[in-house]
């Protein structure tokens, strides 16, 4: 206004002007809204259209040719910001000139012109109907008319004549006034009308059982209107004021308002039942302004067609409690740090065209409901802390609901919200869509979730946490990473079009739908560290490819297999093994049926070729074939393996060899082929494991899966040799990409990996959980080099003295200085790594074999004992003659002064009543005693021989060889019992306990 080029003439009409003829105006004016922000000096002038009922403008001439009134108003607004609004001077003068007239009528159209007869260039630009979204100006009238006025002469009864000034009661053509300061005030318990209500200070309506009252123009409330019953409602357009010192009070009935609620600084809205309908907005004033006041909600149904503004920080003292139900067809915009909130429900409709929003006006303070419910079909939602600006968070205090529509966790600047906190359950119905904006960095917290499998959860930030939860539809559409860390399903479809997902060490996905990766390997990464490699389960098609890394610490040998269907040779594969001929690392595949240099079963180098000098590599002609395993080592450096291709989700199989005289007949190196952990082992599953699912083509005795397990430390169970497990082990899992051996039955059979023994586990090779019903112990041997090796015997119900494929598993060794095994009580000849007994009702006794490379001392030592209440356990020397009990005293000490394989020396005891022996002796020409911290020994029978002396832990404290003349020997030892054992040269052997003081 007014200058577009030219000068012009703005016509504004406005219809359904509900003022009575001849009507007293008191205030009048004209609310715009910016389109452009304007400046400079400009003076308008304001005229009305001098007719009854001014007709729609239908020329380009008709405003400028119209006739104008008598009164005009001059008006110089102020610079004006795009997108606030403004208010015109007072035009109440020309408002009273056309109402005045005698062919004026309550409901007539009424038109304003504005001009600039000046030549300026200076406009203001102001928003119009015809604008999408655009919000149109609007006419704002105060005015006084023939009134009735409540006396309460008589009674409380609205509908009696004589309670009226006038004696009549009111229609809807007469304002009333209800007055402060009287006795008797009026409640409305039948059918009636009038055209504006006025309650003055002090004075008070009720509407109660049985009422209908409806106003045609507004309600402007600066006393009291208490609704118990009944309905009030206005008619089209009007709205209801709440005043400066004004209380509504809604504890039953209806209150129908066509437009606004408009609440002012220091009233009182205290809505503990009922019902109230808005048809517009809930605010302070024409300028959209937040609502003022007091405000107490505690109970009933509110529904707010429009805007909600609740985010005054000023002039506005709120709590919501109870179990209210506020519905919100559009903006929701509440001002946390002004509000005390313990209850109700908060309800978004987006039933007006555009987004909806829930926001706080306060900077550094939540945006904060107790229950929030999205249910708007088609409609998008932002969940930011503020509208524009600054930006905190949401925090629901109960729970978080998505029925219909989409929400997003951003503001309408496009800023992301910096929290959400859900003190309930987030809940997303069939259909729902809920995009996900909050970083890493910030906070997200939520106590449970339930996602319907048709509903879409999208991560649409940059750096993000994905928690755990089950998710209908999950989608990743924005650049950044999003991690994964817990156990996470998604119900329906994955699709990544932007970004990354990376499922960390610890993370565990199932995909029960359909996956589209549509950004390219690098869009989806399982990661894999020092703690282990995530897992995901692909149940529907995969579309698109998939990394999945291998972490490799380094000089350590690795097994390893392809977990997806990667294409290329060794060469083309990006493996980072260096030149053939030229590297320390080694990369090997091993191939039982192979023969080389006379040799059956052999480790063929891929990498360097059969010379080892690289000029016959097989890099360039081999690649990862399915389930087959292969040997690696990164000598110098650790390193994170990374392959892709398209995951595996059918059931994969490799043929098995075993040939006569081969190195190990039946060895067969075999690996995980999927992208997830399989269960190894009933424990891990009962039914859908890889040792049930594969029993019948494994050797009876080796029914089991070999680990390769090469660590620094040497401690249990960080063995340099296989990790043995079967059925008797705990719950084991298997990482993607590990590789395995495994004894074939018999030659050319048929290894399956199927897809239902993709189990997500734990991340580390074995030791996943304890089993509860299985009484286990665990020996195991150190050598002088501080290698470990161990064996299990496991007490299971049905199990027998002899061979029980899938619960004995016989031991694979490869490590030539130490080698632990037991055999079986009904012995077949081979020495088992687990074996398995019925559950100890007597005693029974399990020989120890032991392959020793080095000589010096050795240590027996207990790893593990589970379930073992009343069980007794004890080792015996058959060599020293000493019998220890294990569950007391759980380490033994002993020697090896050549090297060699022991199969006799040793004996486990369960539920034998052997002990140390005491002092007896073979007779009476050999004795020993203790006196004075001095070990005497007197031998009649030789005079000469070797004696030992060990503590009451087995462990060897003097070996020294006595004679006629040497024969007493200092104990520099703590006070104590002490074993003394003789043998002397005639080879009579005595024993006995001694205490040293």
Same mark, same amino acid.
């Given at each position: 206004?007014?200058?577009?080029g030219?000068?012009?003439?703005?016509?504004?009409?406005?219809?359904?002007?509900?003022?009575?003829?001849?009507?007293?105006?008191?205030?009048?004016?004209?609310?715009?809204?910016?389109?452009?922000?304007?400046?400079?000096?400009?003076?308008?002038?304001?005229?009305g259209?001098?007719?009854?009922?001014?007709?729609?403008?239908?020329?380009?001439?008709?405003?400028?040719?119209?006739?104008?009134?008598?009164?005009?108003?001059?008006?110089?607004?102020?610079?004006w910001?795009?997108?606030?609004?403004?208010?015109s001077?007072?035009?109440?003068?020309?408002?009273?000139?056309?109402?005045?007239?005698?062919?004026?009528d309550?409901?007539?159209?009424?038109?304003?012109?504005?001009y600039d007869?000046?030549s300026?260039?200076?406009?203001?630009?102001?928003?119009?109907?015809?604008?999408?979204?655009?919000?149109?100006?609007?006419l704002?009238?105060?005015?006084?008319?023939?009134s009735?006025?409540? #006396? =309460? &002469?008589? !009674? *409380?009864?609205?509908?009696?004549?004589?309670?009226?000034?006038?004696?009549? @009661?009111? /229609?809807? $053509?007469?304002?009333?006034?209800?007055?402060?300061?009287?006795?008797?005030?009026?409640?409305?318990?039948?059918?009636?009308?009038?055209n504006?209500?006025t309650?003055?200070?002090?004075?008070?309506?009720?509407?109660?059982?049985?009422?209908?009252?409806?106003?045609?123009?507004?309600?402007d409330?600066?006393?009291?209107l208490?609704?118990? #019953? =009944? &309905?009030? !409602? *206005?008619?089209?357009?009007?709205?209801?004021?709440?005043?400066d010192?004004? @209380?509504? /009070?809604? $504890?039953?009935?209806?209150?129908?308002?066509?437009?606004?609620?408009r609440?002012?600084?220091?009233?009182?809205?205290?809505?503990?039942?009922?019902t109230?309908?808005?048809?517009?907005?809930?605010?302070?004033d024409y300028?959209?302004?937040?609502?003022y006041?007091?405000?107490?909600?505690?109970?009933g149904?509110?529904?707010?067609?429009?805007?909600?503004?609740? !985010?005054?920080?000023?002039?506005?003292?709120?709590?919501?409690?109870?179990?209210? @139900?506020?519905?919100?067809?559009?903006?929701?915009?509440i001002?946390?740090?002004?509000w005390?909130?313990?209850?109700?429900t908060?309800?978004?409709?987006?039933?007006k065209d555009?987004?909806?929003?829930?926001y706080?006006?306060?900077?550094?303070?939540?945006a904060?409901a107790?229950?929030?419910?999205?249910?708007?079909?088609?409609?998008?939602?932002?969940?930011?802390?503020?509208y524009? !600006?600054?930006?905190?968070?949401?925090h629901?205090?109960?729970?978080?609901?998505? @029925?219909?529509?989409?929400?997003?966790?951003?503001?309408?600047?496009?800023?992301?919200?910096?929290?959400l906190?859900?003190?309930?359950?987030?809940?997303?119905?069939?259909?729902?869509?809920?995009?996900?904006?909050?970083?890493?960095?910030?906070?997200?917290?939520?106590?449970?979730?339930d996602?319907?499998?048709?509903?879409?959860?999208e991560?649409?930030?940059?750096?993000?946490?994905?928690?755990e939860?089950t998710?209908?539809?999950?989608?990743?559409?924005?650049?950044?990473?999003?991690?994964?860390?817990?156990?996470?399903?998604?119900?329906?479809?994955?699709?990544?079009?932007?970004g990354?997902?990376?499922?960390?060490g610890?993370?565990?996905?199932?995909?029960?739908?359909?996956?589209?990766?549509?950004?390219?390997?690098?869009?989806?990464?399982?990661?894999?560290?020092?703690?282990?490699?995530?897992?995901?389960?692909?149940?529907g098609?995969v579309?698109?490819?998939?990394?999945?890394?291998?972490?490799?610490?380094?000089?350590?040998?690795?097994?390893?297999?392809?977990?997806?269907?990667?294409?290329?040779?060794?060469?083309?594969?990006?493996?980072?093994l260096?030149?053939?001929?030229?590297t320390?690392?080694?990369f090997?595949?091993?191939?039982?049926?192979?023969?080389?240099?006379?040799?059956?079963?052999?480790?063929?180098?891929?990498?360097?070729?059969?010379d080892?000098t690289?000029?016959n590599t097989l890099?360039?002609?081999e690649?990862?074939?399915?389930?087959?395993?292969?040997?690696?080592?990164?000598?110098?450096?650790?390193?994170?393996?990374?392959l892709?291709?398209?995951?595996?989700?059918?059931?994969?199989?490799?043929?098995?060899?075993?040939?006569?005289?081969?190195?190990?007949?039946?060895?067969?190196?075999v690996?995980?082929?999927f992208?997830?952990?399989?269960?190894?082992?009933?424990?891990?599953?009962?039914?859908d494991?890889?040792?049930?699912?594969?029993?019948?083509?494994?050797?009876?005795?080796?029914v089991a899966?070999?680990?390769?397990?090469?660590?620094?430390?040497?401690?249990?169970?960080?063995?340099?040799?296989?990790?043995?497990?079967?059925?008797?082990?705990?719950?084991?899992f298997?990482?993607?990409?590990?590789?395995?051996?495994?004894?074939?039955?018999?030659?050319?059979?048929?290894?399956s990996?199927?897809?239902?023994?993709r189990?997500?586990g734990?991340?580390?090779?074995?030791?996943?959980?304890?089993?509860g019903?299985?009484?286990r112990?665990e020996?195991?041997v150190?050598?002088?080099?501080?290698?470990?090796?161990?064996?299990?015997?496991?007490?299971?119900?049905?199990?027998?003295?002899?061979?029980?494929?899938?619960y004995?598993?016989?031991k694979?060794?490869?490590?030539?200085?130490?080698?632990?095994?037991?055999?079986?009580v009904?012995?077949?000849?081979?020495?088992?790594?687990i074996q398995?007994?019925p559950?100890?009702?007597?005693?029974?006794?399990?020989?120890?074999?032991?392959k020793?490379?080095?000589?010096?001392?050795?240590?027996?030592?207990?790893?593990?004992i589970?379930?073992?209440?009343?069980?007794?356990?004890?080792?015996?020397?058959?060599?020293?003659?000493?019998?220890?009990?294990?569950?007391?005293?759980?380490?033994?000490?002993?020697?090896?002064?050549?090297?060699?394989?022991?199969?006799?020396?040793f004996?486990?005891?369960?539920?034998?009543?052997?002990?140390?022996?005491?002092d007896?002796?073979?007779?009476?020409?050999?004795?020993?005693?203790?006196?004075?911290?001095?070990?005497?020994?007197?031998d009649?029978?030789?005079?000469s021989?070797t004696?030992?002396?060990?503590?009451?832990?087995?462990?060897?404290?003097?070996?020294?060889?006595?004679?006629?003349?040497?024969?007493?020997?200092?104990?520099?030892?703590?006070?104590?019992?002490?074993?003394?054992k003789?043998?002397?040269?005639?080879?009579?052997?005595?024993?006995g306990?001694?205490?040293?003081?």
């Open positions: 206004m007014c200058y577009d030219h000068q012009q003439y703005v016509g504004l009409r406005f219809q359904n002007v509900l003022v009575p003829q001849g009507a007293t105006i008191n205030e009048a004016y004209v609310v715009f809204k910016a389109d452009e922000s304007n400046s400079g000096s400009v003076t308008l002038t304001i005229a259209y001098d007719t009854d009922d001014a007709p729609e403008w239908n020329s380009d001439y008709c405003v400028s040719s119209a006739t104008k009134t008598s009164a005009t108003e001059s008006w110089t607004p102020v610079a910001t795009a997108g606030t609004s403004y208010n001077d007072t035009i109440s003068e020309i408002i009273e000139e056309i109402v005045g007239r005698t062919g004026w309550s409901g007539n159209a009424l038109s304003l012109i504005i007869q000046s300026g260039t200076t406009k203001r630009v102001a928003e119009s109907r015809n604008k999408s979204n655009g919000v149109p100006a609007r704002v009238i105060s005015y006084t008319a023939e009735c006025v409540w #006396a =309460g &002469t008589t !009674s *409380t009864a609205w509908n009696t004549a004589s309670n009226w000034e006038d004696s009549n @009661t009111p /229609d809807d $053509n007469e304002d009333v006034v209800i007055p402060g300061s009287l006795t008797n005030y009026p409640t409305v318990t039948t059918t009636e009308k009038c504006l209500l309650i003055k200070s002090g004075g008070q309506l009720t509407i109660g059982s049985g009422a209908d009252l409806t106003t045609y123009q507004d309600i409330i600066f006393g009291t208490k609704i118990d #019953a =009944g &309905t009030i !409602s *206005t008619n089209t357009g009007m709205e209801i004021f709440v005043m010192g004004g @209380t509504f /009070d809604l $504890n039953g009935g209806t209150v129908d308002i066509d437009d606004e609620f609440t002012k600084a220091g009233c009182t809205v205290d809505i503990s039942g009922g109230l309908n808005i048809g517009d907005d809930w605010e302070r300028n959209n302004g937040s609502a006041g007091t405000i107490s909600i505690s109970g149904t509110i529904t707010v067609a429009d805007d909600c503004k609740f !985010s005054s920080s000023t002039n506005l003292t709120g709590t919501m409690s109870g179990s209210f @139900t506020l519905t919100v067809g559009d903006d929701m915009k001002s946390s740090g002004r005390s909130i313990t209850g109700g908060i309800i978004l409709t987006g039933s555009g987004s909806a929003l829930f706080s006006y306060d900077d550094a303070v939540d904060t107790y229950n929030l419910t999205v249910n708007g079909s088609g409609k998008t939602f932002y969940m930011a802390s503020t524009e !600006s600054q930006n905190e968070g949401v629901i205090l109960n729970d978080f609901k998505i @029925t219909a529509g989409t929400v997003e966790t951003k503001n309408a600047a496009g800023q992301h919200t910096d929290k906190d859900v003190d309930g359950k987030f809940t997303m119905e069939s259909g729902a869509h809920f995009k996900d904006a909050i970083e890493s960095t910030d906070t997200y917290s939520v106590e449970d979730f996602f319907d499998a048709n509903s879409t959860y991560y649409y930030g940059t750096t993000q946490d994905i928690p939860a998710f209908g539809h999950l989608t990743i559409s924005a650049s950044g990473t999003k991690s994964l860390a817990d156990s996470t399903v998604v119900a329906g479809n994955l699709s990544i079009s932007n990354v997902l990376s499922v960390t610890s993370g565990k996905l199932s995909v029960t739908g359909t996956t589209n990766n549509s950004v390219g390997a690098s869009g989806f990464v399982i990661k894999s560290g020092s703690s282990g490699t995530g897992s995901v389960i692909f149940d098609a579309t698109g490819n998939v990394t999945v890394e291998r972490f490799l610490t380094h000089d350590r040998w690795h097994y390893i297999a392809g977990q997806t269907n990667i294409s290329g040779n060794f060469s083309t594969l990006n493996m980072g260096g030149t053939p001929g030229s320390t690392n080694q090997y595949r091993w191939e039982e049926d192979y023969q080389y240099s006379g040799n059956t079963g052999v480790w063929v180098d891929i990498l360097n070729g059969e080892g690289g000029t890099m360039d002609d690649g990862f074939d399915v389930c087959k395993g292969y040997a690696i080592n990164y000598v110098t450096t650790d390193k994170t393996l990374s892709y291709g398209v995951p595996y989700t059918a059931d994969q199989s490799i043929t098995l060899t075993k040939t006569t005289n081969s190195s190990f007949e039946g060895l067969n190196l690996g995980n082929p992208t997830s952990t399989l269960a190894a082992n009933t424990s891990a599953d009962a039914t494991n890889f040792l049930s699912e594969n029993s019948t083509v494994l050797d009876a005795s080796h899966v070999y680990l390769w397990n090469e660590q620094s430390g040497w401690t249990y169970p960080d063995n340099d040799d296989y990790v043995t497990v079967n059925n008797a082990s705990d719950a084991t298997i990482q993607p990409g590990q590789a395995f051996m495994v004894v074939a039955k018999n030659d050319a059979v048929s290894l990996f199927a897809e239902e023994i189990k997500h734990s991340a580390s090779f074995y030791k996943a959980h304890e089993n019903d299985i009484a112990f020996l195991g150190k050598n002088p080099d501080g290698q470990t090796n161990s064996v299990l015997i496991a007490f299971i119900p049905d199990m027998t003295p002899g061979l029980d494929p899938g004995d598993a016989g694979i060794s490869a490590n030539a200085n130490l080698s632990l095994y037991t055999r079986l009904d012995d077949n000849g081979t020495g088992f790594a398995s007994l559950p100890v009702n007597e005693s029974v006794s399990v020989k120890v074999g032991l020793a490379g080095i000589t010096g001392i050795y240590h027996f030592e207990t790893v593990n589970e379930n073992f209440e009343g069980i007794t356990v004890k080792l015996e020397d058959k060599l020293t003659g000493l019998t220890i009990d294990l569950a007391d005293v759980p380490e033994y000490t002993f020697s090896i002064n050549q090297p060699g394989e022991f199969v006799n020396r004996v486990l005891h369960f539920n034998e009543t052997l002990g140390v022996d005491e007896l002796l073979a007779n009476d020409k050999i004795g020993f005693y203790c006196y004075n911290k001095k070990l005497h020994i007197t009649r029978e030789s005079g021989g004696f030992q002396l060990f503590n009451l832990t087995g462990q060897l404290m003097m070996e020294k060889r006595y004679s006629a003349d040497v024969n007493t020997f200092d104990m520099n030892f703590a006070q104590g019992f002490y074993i003394v003789i043998f002397n040269d005639n080879k009579t052997v005595v024993s306990k001694i205490y040293n003081r």
